[in-house]
């Protein structure tokens, strides 16, 4: 492989490791070696990046397959959400980062490399790519799930993180060897091959398949690899758990796709069952563990793993309107997502918990972070007009048209109804309770900008969603 | 209220231009992918839902003016209110399945807020939320049936759906379709069994109940099952699914009308009566039941809107809606007792009321019903009878009579309190006394939107002595006798209740409660916060499925013939069984440890006795580490709690997890090893390992050259963990915040 090409289809991840060595430099000159952390500049230069970074992935062209990876469109589609995802985390990040009693600096470094690696992910071809792109994400999490040491819940979200990582990806290597040992190679189109010309998939295969799938049902968060979720989620650091629960489950997302589409492809078929099975529970477990919950973060972590069934429903179809609708859910998942916890930023500025009083009377306090919350919420719950109905409804449409899936599509709705009752809940504490604490809350220009930014993008495509629609079709038009 | 009025006067433009044919439409594309639109069409039914929704919120919201006068959350409640009649307004005029669908969504989320308005009380919080559920259920349900009728027509737009009804009716989706969408109506419009949230939901403000639950909301479920008449009816299925549970509703909300004591849950069950009647009459195919149909959705809405308006006077000027408490009030509040007189007249159907006629196009409606003449007559009758006695009760008990013992000295209510009810009032009279007008203005377009062929109908008071008449007699003079009685009839009543089993407010109690329950059952067991049950599931799940997979396959041909196998090879099996048994039996972490290390060494034998001695030096490499670190770090960890009896059931899951798992996997190898292996790879790397790449190890080609790619990203990987770890152990610690 010579060097042109490796730029031509890794060119985000060059350009990230190079901002990640630039900030470790600025942070050094900025901080003068002292461990106090660090200030406007390596923020500057994080945002500058970044925000040149997603420029440039607009002008990335499809190149096909290469040695060590490929960039089709689809891998395109992920990079720019992954580099959107780390910018709107950085910049939800701004009003937390006092918080970190040092190492902002390492902070920006992290998130970054962790994009690389899921930039590197998107692009990936092989299983030994794959395998380290997902270490690089996922211990560059753990690290950042632990990060205020001080915090005894941090803490405990780091090494749940960790063990309960390492476990799947045990399994993933495993399975990895054991598709290695059955088909000869790393390669998805290999693998592909094989599948689809062996009139039963060999047993090796099978199993290899299957453990592959324990490590990509981790990071999608789907049952029965969702346990580490509501722990992590509400120990983490908040700009923290909204990198889990979006960048993260993304990566899951994106990888569980080229499972199914690229590398089962017309074998798909074979794993409906399986996958149908999994989004049931994965419905189940989410839906009704939202309900007790009375701290934000936690809540929203079970709201992903319901979220992550939703993903899989459209997943068991296998279908290219499912695939288009994957990606518009995600796109409409990001913003609701981002708005909900730079809200709980705002709300829990004063005391470390996010717990559900906190938001309380917030119509009072801060009609603005209501309204954001509101929106967030009902277009989680997939209430028209916003963009999360539309994500449902592509969904389901999907489902429907496949036809073998009923009763996980009469369960989704039952389960959307039970969403809708949590969600609301939370809506019903906005505008409906006292405040426990009615201090003023204090909010910096650019918070507003992004809160904005996520309410229009909400509203804007639940209303008028061709832009979008177009978008994730393009970006799916390469799996088939 | 303003946007009430101008939609208000801008219909009322229209009326009678809108007939089948030249309805009013615009469209706009939408979502062009999946072919919705942005259309809405104005037809004769549109029209008369558009009246309602627009005149008696107008009425409505003049009348909230006064009522929240001094409220501190009065512009919340504008909000809202304005919110839910836009909403309800794009769904009568939606001209796209799933564009009705949206606004059927948000009338529900608007009507939440607006029955959770008087958040202090826990009660309106709890009947919120049930309303919610019921309605947000069968919404969902309405989405599927909407996904599948959409399908099956293979068009959104109702107007073309409408067309195609011969294709819906044949279609294999048919009864699926006919369930889902029924779902919807009768969550949303309180059809039996689902009829219990509507007096539940009284506790909202009665302005809400007003506009809410009598004249908009709860009509949309009439308003789906009208629209879609023209293409689902015509099936016995359709015919008597809505003639039953039209009758048992109407029987059974006219009856427990009676029981109720508070004037508004009385209302709220006269409601629910008259929602049965008016699916009882969608279930028919006659144009003439159809007509009653309309009629009396018009007729009901005028007199139930303004008696809500009068309960909410009551309550308001006397503070309690009791009807034990009310009498005698006509002096005090002559213009609310004269709208309550005037509606009341209205709603028992006599003449010349409009009422009056609504009830004449019943009784002739139900003798025309296809199915069963004479269910649908009976309930009808029995069901008027019964709402003249509560009309009696709403028009005379607070007003006549005794003075009653009310908390508050009771004085009339102001003018915009009693425009809406004079209004109403007087609208049901003058409609009644012209009667062509009306049935060629609005009736008869309505009708025409439902029905293919020309509407040939005539509307007069008085037609002669026919049956429907004398039915109407019947009515009046059971009404009167259940008047009297109606002391004796509620205590049957509430005996009969008492004795039911099954009630639907106890069935939603009971669902909500095992759903409630269940979830925080089901996350106390699994979401225990200790890692020791996240990982025995996971283990679990895995072990189970793999073995599922092993079983369907079939177990592979395990050569389990030992016998072959040398004296030392044995040696480094026992070395390893050792080791695994000293981990279990240990009482430090340190011992355990050391025992782990055993089992390490073990494995590299292994790899050594195969000829991979490079394998074997890193494994050893890394268990040595490990070991080591291990080893330091341990000691500084508080003392290893021993398993004491009470965690012995733990211990005995883990191990049976633990041993499932690992036959899982022993059998899973095996079945792999016994298959032989593919030296293709070997080969390959073995032929270019010294051309490609100058080098004649081949993990170490293979590690530098290669896969050169993965091996920097491993590198850098460590890198980074490195960096963060060195970032958070070398700051000072953080307080805790």
Request: proline share 4%; hydrophobic share 55%.
């Amino acid at each position: 492989m010579n060097p042109a090409e490796l730029f031509d289809i890794f060119g985000t991840e060059v350009f990230l490791a190079v901002l990640a060595l630039v900030l470790i430099v600025t942070d050094l000159l900025d901080g003068g070696g002292k461990l106090t952390g660090a200030s406007e500049k390596t923020r500057f230069v994080t945002y500058a990046g970044l925000g040149a970074i997603l420029v440039s992935t607009f002008f990335l062209e499809p190149y096909g397959d290469g040695q060590f990876g490929q960039l089709d469109s689809f891998a395109i589609f992920f990079k720019q959400f992954f580099v959107a995802t780390a910018l709107l985390v950085m910049w939800l990040a701004a009003p937390y980062e006092v918080r970190f009693p040092a190492g902002r600096g390492e902070f920006s470094m992290l998130i970054v490399f962790a994009t690389l690696g899921m930039c590197m992910l998107a692009s990936c071809n092989d299983f030994a790519t794959l395998f380290v792109g997902l270490e690089l994400v996922t211990i560059t999490l753990f690290m950042l799930a632990a990060f205020r040491p001080g915090l005894p819940r941090s803490i405990e979200a780091g090494i749940k993180f960790v063990i309960i990582g390492a476990v799947a990806a045990g399994f993933m290597v495993y399975g990895i060897a054991f598709i290695y040992g059955a088909t000869g190679s790393f390669d998805f189109a290999v693998v592909h091959d094989v599948i689809v010309s062996s009139e039963e998939m060999p047993g090796a295969l099978q199993f290899g398949l299957l453990m592959l799938l324990v490590g990509l049902g981790f990071k999608l968060g789907a049952v029965p690899f969702h346990v580490w979720i509501p722990d992590v989620y509400q120990g983490a650091p908040t700009p923290v758990t909204a990198m889990l629960s979006v960048g993260s489950k993304a990566t899951g997302v994106l990888l569980m796709m080229r499972l199914v589409y690229s590398i089962l492809g017309e074998a798909a078929g074979q794993w409906t069952a399986l996958l149908m099975g999994l989004a049931f529970l994965t419905l189940l477990m989410g839906n009704l563990g939202a309900i007790p919950q009375t701290d934000l973060k936690r809540f929203l972590g079970y709201s992903g793993i319901a979220h992550a069934g939703f993903l899989m429903l459209a997943l068991a179809t296998g279908s290219q309107d499912s695939a288009n609708a994957i990606l518009f859910y995600m796109s409409t998942y990001l913003f609701a997502n981002i708005a909900a916890f730079l809200v709980i930023v705002v709300v829990s500025r004063t005391a470390d918990n996010a717990h559900m009083d906190r938001i309380n009377g917030l119509a009072n306090r801060s009609p603005f972070l209501a309204l954001v919350l509101t929106v967030s919420m009902l277009s989680l719950a997939g209430v028209p007009p916003f963009a999360g109905f539309f994500a449902k409804f592509m969904v389901l449409r999907a489902a429907v048209d496949h036809g073998g899936l009923m009763p996980v599509v009469i369960l989704s709705l039952v389960m959307v109804v039970v969403g809708l009752y949590y969600y609301l809940c939370v809506v019903k504490r906005i505008y409906m309770r006292e405040a426990v604490d009615s201090s003023v809350l204090e909010m910096s220009g650019w918070t507003r900008g992004l809160l904005l930014l996520c309410v229009v993008v909400m509203f804007l495509f639940g209303i008028y969603q061709s832009p979008l629609v177009d978008f994730a079709r393009a970006g799916a038009a390469s799996l088939f | 209220m303003l946007i009430a009025l101008v939609g208000f006067v801008l219909c009322a433009m229209r009326v009678g231009t809108v007939t089948g044919e030249d309805a009013l439409t615009v469209a706009r594309p939408w979502v062009p992918f999946l072919g919705v639109d942005f259309a809405f069409r104005l037809d004769g039914l549109s029209m008369v839902f558009a009246l309602l929704v627009t005149g008696a919120g107008f009425f409505v919201a003049l009348y909230a003016q006064a009522y929240f006068k001094g409220h501190p959350d009065r512009g919340r409640f504008f909000l809202f209110f304005g919110m839910f009649m836009v909403a309800m307004l794009g769904l009568v005029l939606a001209d796209d399945l799933l564009l009705m669908f949206v606004f059927w969504e948000l009338t529900t989320a608007s009507s939440f807020m607006l029955i959770g308005f008087s958040h202090d009380l826990e009660k309106a919080r709890a009947s919120a939320r049930q309303a919610l559920l019921v309605t947000g259920a069968g919404g969902l349900a309405l989405l599927a049936g909407v996904v599948l009728l959409g399908n099956a027509a293979g068009t959104w737009r109702i107007s073309e759906i409408i067309a195609s009804g011969d294709l819906i009716r044949q279609h294999e989706h048919y009864i699926p379709i006919l369930v889902l969408v029924f779902a919807g109506a009768f969550t949303k419009s309180a059809q039996f069994p689902f009829h219990f949230w509507l007096p539940n939901a009284m506790a909202a403000p009665t302005p809400v109940s007003a506009y809410l639950h009598s004249a908009t909301m709860v009509k949309g479920g009439i308003y789906l099952l009208a629209r879609l008449h023209p293409t689902l009816a015509g099936t016995p299925e359709w015919a008597w699914t809505l003639t039953v549970v039209g009758a048992i509703t109407a029987v059974w909300g006219a009856v427990l009308s009676v029981r109720a004591t508070d004037l508004k849950v009385a209302l709220a069950w006269t409601t629910v009566m008259a929602l049965g009647t008016l699916t009882l009459f969608l279930g028919s195919e006659a144009q003439i039941g159809l007509a009653a149909a309309i009629t009396f959705l018009l007729v009901h809405a005028l007199y139930k809107c303004a008696l809500f308006l009068v309960v909410g006077n009551l309550d308001h000027e006397a503070g309690t809606r009791e009807v034990g408490l009310l009498g005698g009030l006509r002096r005090a509040m002559p213009w609310t007792a004269a709208s309550a007189f005037v509606a009341a007249l209205s709603m028992s159907g006599f003449p010349p009321f409009l009422g009056f006629l609504g009830k004449e196009l019943k009784y002739e409606g139900a003798l025309a019903v296809a199915s069963e003449p004479w269910l649908a007559a009976g309930a009808a009758v029995l069901a008027n009878a019964l709402m003249v006695a509560m009309a009696g009760v709403l028009a005379i008990r607070p007003f006549f009579g005794p003075k009653g013992a009310t908390p508050r000295e009771a004085h009339e209510a102001p003018f915009p309190m009693l425009a809406g009810p004079l209004a109403m009032g007087a609208l049901g009279l003058a409609l009644g006394l012209m009667p062509p007008i009306v049935g060629a203005g609005l009736i008869a377009p309505a009708v025409q939107a439902m029905v293919p062929e020309s509407v040939d109908l005539t509307f007069a008071m008085f037609h002669g002595i026919t049956a429907p008449l004398l039915l109407s007699v019947l009515t009046v003079t059971l009404g009167v006798i259940a008047y009297r009685l109606r002391d004796k009839l509620r205590r049957v009543i509430d005996a009969f209740v008492g004795a039911l089993p099954i009630t639907g407010d106890g069935s939603y109690r009971r669902v909500v409660g095992w759903i409630a329950d269940g979830a925080e059952g089901l996350t106390r067991i699994l979401q225990t916060g200790r890692l020791r049950t996240y990982l025995a599931s996971s283990f679990a799940v895995i072990a189970a499925t793999l073995a599922y997979v092993l079983l369907r396959n079939g177990l592979p041909p395990l050569d389990l013939d030992a016998s072959g196998v040398p004296f030392h090879k044995w040696g480094v099996v026992a070395l390893i069984a050792a080791g695994v048994v000293t981990v279990l039996l240990a009482k430090t972490r340190l011992v355990a440890v050391c025992a782990l290390g055993l089992v390490g060494a073990g494995v590299a034998l292994i790899f050594v006795l195969y000829g991979a001695p490079d394998v074997a030096i890193t494994q050893l490499m890394v268990d040595i580490l490990v070991v080591a670190i291990l080893g330091l770090v341990l000691p500084r960890l508080p003392r290893y709690e021993a398993a004491d009896g009470t965690k012995r059931r733990f211990r005995l899951v883990d191990a049976t997890i633990a041993t499932a798992f690992g036959l899982v996997m022993a059998t899973l190898l095996l079945g792999v090893a016994s298959v032989g292996v593919d030296r293709e790879i070997t080969a390959f790397y073995e032929a270019n390992s010294v051309p490609g790449a100058l080098g004649r190890n081949i993990v170490n080609v293979i590690l530098v050259d290669f896969r050169a790619f993965d091996t920097m990203g491993e590198v850098v990987v460590l890198a980074v963990a490195g960096l963060a770890a060195w970032a958070l152990l070398a700051r000072p610690k953080e307080d805790e915040a």
